[in-house]
């Protein structure tokens, strides 16, 4: 096939870059001295103090964390246990259950945000963490259990037929051989559903309770109530903590191949 | 071979479907209910089935808001077509290194705070921000432009947090393309410009209808955007909806929203499922 | 070239004499290619000339990655050549795109439009070319005949077997008429008795409608069953250019010998000759070489005795019946009738 014209090259850079003017804003900002983004009045780390010594971000930051993780490890669990034993059977209420489990991200997430504050105050639910994680779940579990799905049905069954063959008890050829092979699905899967319960704002607003604040959450508020650079601080921050990991990942790929 | 199996994989079924009926299932049907209820005097609401909520929707302030979400959701999806669909395209057609590489730069956004991204096109857009600098500097303008709180400027907004989804989404397609398809359009006798719209363009169209899908229902709901770069100026479904909640305290009028908005995913969905055939994904994330 | 021996039969030489007297359609002059990839140059097509004559089946035979299918796709216009040009009908076309081109490819993997039904797929090239809908119905009917495939008009390719798909990809090409048609190893994914059927259809096809056909293919005797003429293809060059008969009975090279047919190379002081594995006789007066049986295998209908020659090089002798009275380890005298042993100029693996 044709490589790409010039033009599109062009394109492809103009485009990538707009993307990314928002963010290379935020950090040059966040060592802004000045309060207000209208003025520059002079390189200054002040947010950055600001920012290690403000508890409640902390706070947040580990809430987020915990967060994260709780409902990928559980999302983990559910989708991939349930992956698993959908596939080799035909049952209607599999795809009926399957159907309703993609709900949660094909609604807006605000209608996701009301629903749950509407059953959490029935079931008389403390609103928190736990509200949080539950929520939380629900939108995590679509995003692992499609990539392990896909992946299972493109894996087949003749591997796990070869390892029983060969004798393997059941764990063993789980073990040995379905998990390793639907790895890479679990984890691209449970990096996305990281991603976006870490991004989170609409659907945690509804959720969380008064004491219980995530990160997302807290850059809503405080971006609503003005303009603050120590936000721009904590996201330059993240940017680095995520490239940091994105490059790392790719190296250790490499040098694995 | 067959190996037993019954009962230990249904036991694994179990916390899906547990998880499923309790936490999604039973949740809509009970936003449904209340949708049905009336106001209650300081929070929640009482078992009075009504209409009202419904009626009240039809009054000219909400639906006006109802016409303008789906004015702004179309407006944003067709823009986000024109602009995420060429570049999914080309990115497909990179060499491998480079696709790589363009995919990495597409995620390290993803990982950044969607609502910082947005604070930083304030930084741009606000009066006397980077871009009325740039603009005034270059003697192009003479005064500020005031973007920031307008409508353009939601717009814009939902294009930006938008658009990732609607490339990675055609891009996963174009890349699945079986190229000798192009080739055989063309050696019978098509140019390049009809092989693309014969061949190209409907081989990618679940693609480009999964990023349509992916675009239209957030655009809907994405109140924040609508907060952040259009002040209190551009009032959306979603909006309404958080408002009801939080400042209104109307929960059985927000679940009414909701579900109407509910109603028009669905059909939406629905449509995109009956045009890309019944058993196709969302393919955009997976 | 030096010959040690000929045997052109009655057959050929009439066929050739056709030839001749037939009007070229196809000319490719010095076609050279090469691609780069990373650091490396590699060059494909080493200077390719050649003509093709009006209504010929001509088959490009050799192993993956010999240039053949760049070749195809050369004159096709899905690739552009280094340097060199292709004539067309006397016209240069070296720079023309390939949509406007006289020519038609049938694709490896069929290349069917998933998205549009056989009627369509058949249809689609006489749509680029804005012919009215009703003239398109009839020739697609008439197409769908030809290939036997009425009444299949509304289905999906999804929904075809392999051979079917086969015939909508060939029909769809066949319905431009074009000047020249390009199949590209096309019975490759057809089990082996499909393919022999495809093998006589197509064959039945190209004598009907009186078109050019440059057939690739890596299965000789494929290329023996259907062609006029076989051009023998070995790392971006012809090796040999003949009748099925030339090629398979006075091959010029060692590598044509022993990729067509597996001739066996004989080496006498400087001269190496290809020896047919049938024409190895056992036992008989004019064997003269003490061997060794190291093997026995039955493949083909066929026999294969591999034996070992005292000074170590190895030939294989074939019989039809799968039983012979010599046992692995025995010892034997072979040899074959003069005329029967060809010289070639050997290559260099």
């Known amino acids: ?257 | 071979m067959k190996i037993k199996r019954k009962h230990s994989f249904s036991a694994l079924l179990l916390p899906m479907y547990l998880f499923t009926i309790l936490f999604v299932f039973l949740p809509i049907v009970y936003m449904i209910y209340i949708s049905f209820m009336t106001r209650a005097e300081v929070w929640g609401f009482d078992t009075h089935v009504t209409l009202q909520n419904y009626m009240r929707i039809l009054e000219p302030l909400y639906l006006d808001t109802f016409v303008r979400s789906l004015k702004l959701a179309f407006t944003t999806t067709v823009l986000v077509i024109l602009i995420g669909y060429p570049f999914g395209y080309f990115m497909a057609k990179l060499s491998a290194k480079w696709k790589a590489r363009m995919m990495m730069l597409m995620m390290i956004p993803f990982w950044t705070s969607s609502l910082v991204r947005l604070n930083g096109w304030v930084i741009v857009f606000q009066s006397n921000g980077v871009l009325d600098k740039i603009l005034m500097g270059l003697g192009i303008t003479t005064e500020p432009l005031k973007l920031l709180y307008s409508y353009p400027a939601v717009v814009f907004g939902m294009i930006y947090a938008l658009c990732p989804f609607m490339i990675l989404s055609v891009y996963s397609s174009v890349e699945k393309m079986d190229w000798s398809l192009l080739e055989a359009a063309v050696d019978l006798g098509a140019n390049r410009r009809k092989a693309f719209f014969d061949i190209t363009f409907k081989m990618t169209m679940p693609g480009l209808l999964s990023g349509v899908v992916l675009t239209f229902i957030p655009s809907m709901g994405l109140f924040f955007v609508a907060d952040i770069l259009g002040g209190s100026k551009v009032v959306l479904v979603g909006n309404i909806i958080q408002e009801q909640l939080t400042k209104g305290r109307n929960v059985p009028f927000a679940a009414a929203l909701s579900v109407i908005l509910m109603i028009m995913t669905s059909l939406i969905i629905a449509l995109y499922r009956k045009i890309a055939g019944a058993d196709a994904n969302i393919s955009g994330l997976g | ?349």
């Open chain 1, 1 to 257: 096939m044709k490589k790409n014209s010039l033009l599109s090259t062009i394109y492809l850079w103009i485009v990538t870059i707009i993307l990314y003017i928002p963010i290379i804003l935020t950090v040059i900002y966040s060592f802004n001295d000045n309060k207000s983004p209208v003025y520059w009045t002079g390189f200054s780390m002040r947010w950055y103090e600001e920012l290690a010594h403000d508890r409640s971000m902390k706070e947040a930051l580990i809430n987020s964390l915990i967060l994260a993780f709780s409902s990928c490890g559980l999302s983990i669990l559910i989708a991939t246990s349930a992956a698993l034993a959908m596939r080799k059977r035909e049952s209607k209420w599999d795809k009926i259950i399957t159907y309703l489990s993609t709900l949660p991200i094909m609604i807006p997430e605000i209608i996701l945000g009301m629903v749950f504050l509407g059953v959490f105050s029935f079931m008389n639910l403390p609103f928190g963490m736990l509200t949080l994680i539950i929520a939380h779940t629900t939108f995590c579990i679509p995003y692992i259990f499609s990539m392990v799905k896909a992946r299972l049905q493109g894996i087949g069954t003749q591997l796990e037929e070869a390892a029983y063959d060969l004798g393997a008890r059941p764990f063993r050829v789980f073990w040995d051989v379905t998990l390793p092979s639907i790895l890479p699905a679990i984890l691209s899967g449970a990096i996305l559903a990281f991603a976006m319960s870490f991004d989170d704002v609409v659907i945690s607003i509804f959720v969380t309770g008064a004491s219980t604040n995530t990160l997302a959450i807290k850059i809503y508020t405080k971006l609503k109530t003005g303009v603050t650079p120590e936000i721009n601080a904590l996201a330059t921050v993240l940017l680095v903590v995520t490239i940091a990991v994105i490059l790392l990942s790719e190296i250790t790929k490499k040098k694995e191949e």
């Open chain 3, 1 to 349: 070239m030096e010959k040690a021996f000929t045997s052109v039969s009655a057959f050929s030489k009439c066929n050739e004499g056709r030839i001749k007297m037939a009007k070229t359609v196809l000319e490719l002059q010095q076609i050279t290619k090469s691609f780069t990839d990373k650091t490396k140059q590699t060059e494909v097509l080493k200077g390719i000339d050649f003509s093709i004559n009006e209504g010929e089946f001509i088959t490009l035979l050799g192993a993956s990655g010999c240039g053949k299918t760049t070749l195809l796709r050369i004159i096709a216009g899905l690739e552009s050549a280094d340097t060199g040009s292709v004539l067309l009908e006397g016209e240069d076309i070296t720079k023309k795109e390939p949509y406007l081109r006289d020519v038609n490819m049938v694709f490896q993997n069929y290349a069917l439009f998933p998205h549009m039904t056989v009627a369509e797929n058949i249809g689609y090239g006489l749509k680029t070319k804005k012919v009215p809908k009703k003239e398109i119905a009839t020739k697609v009917q008439e197409m769908l005949e030809l290939v036997q495939l009425e009444g299949y008009e509304k289905r999906m390719p999804d929904k075809l077997s392999g051979g079917q798909r086969q015939r909508v990809a060939i029909a769809r090409a066949m319905i431009n008429q074009p000047k020249v048609l390009l199949l590209d190893e096309p019975l490759g994914a057809l089990d082996l008795k499909l393919r022999r059927q495809m093998q006589l259809e197509l064959k039945r096809l190209q004598k009907k409608l009186n078109t050019t056909f440059i057939y690739i293919t890596h299965d000789q005797e494929e290329a023996i069953n259907m062609s006029d003429r076989i051009a023998v293809m070995h790392d971006g060059v012809f090796e040999q250019v003949g009748t099925p008969n030339e090629i398979y009975y006075q091959p010029e090279t060692s590598y044509v010998a022993s990729f067509v047919g597996n001739a066996n190379l004989y080496h006498k002081a400087d001269a190496v000759y290809a020896v047919r594995a049938e024409s190895v006789l056992i036992n008989e007066t004019e064997c003269t070489l003490d061997a060794v049986v190291i093997e026995k295998s039955f493949a083909g209908g066929q026999l294969r005795i591999l034996f070992a020659l005292s000074d170590g090089q190895k030939i294989t002798a074939s019989r039809f019946g799968i039983d012979y009275d010599l046992k692995v380890g025995e010892q034997a005298k072979i040899g074959w009738k003069e005329d029967s042993a060809v010289r070639v100029i050997a290559n260099e693996n």
